[in-house]
């Protein structure tokens, strides 16, 4: 099982950019197709978007087409999130997630996760 942890999150203006890591300490990243998800306060869980093991296939959701990339680094065990042109409404927890098929967009498809890293988006 997947053992991730996140790091990257901050503080950070508006337009401006950061990029999220989430490193699989039980080195078993590319066996997964992986997500990113967000959680702000007083909300839902929301995906984001989700890449296939090998790279080769990505989904986004309308609200960070464009602005957001996922990419992975399977030698490294490392996913990736480069967010830019940053808005308030992004201020969220951010977590990644693994999963055995690519395609899944639901929380409750994905069996391992992250402890979240804090990303705050001033206007």
């Known amino acids: 099982q997947a053992q991730l942890v996140e790091s990257g999150g901050g503080l950070v203006q508006a337009g401006g950019s950061l990029e999220l890591s989430c490193v699989d300490f039980?080195?078993?990243?590319?066996?997964?197709?992986m997500a990113w998800f967000r959680q702000a306060p007083g909300q839902e869980r929301e995906f984001l978007t989700t890449i296939d093991w090998s790279g080769g296939h990505t989904y986004y959701e309308n609200s960070v087409k464009g602005r957001f990339t996922i990419s992975r680094d399977n030698a490294k065990n490392t996913l990736y999130l480069q967010m830019n042109s940053l808005k308030p409404q992004d201020t969220a927890v951010y977590y990644c997630a693994a999963t055995n098929t690519y395609g899944k967009t639901r929380e409750a498809d994905f069996d391992s996760w992250g402890q979240g890293t804090q990303v705050t988006v001033s206007s």
């Open positions: 039980g080195r078993t990243l590319g066996r997964y197709a």
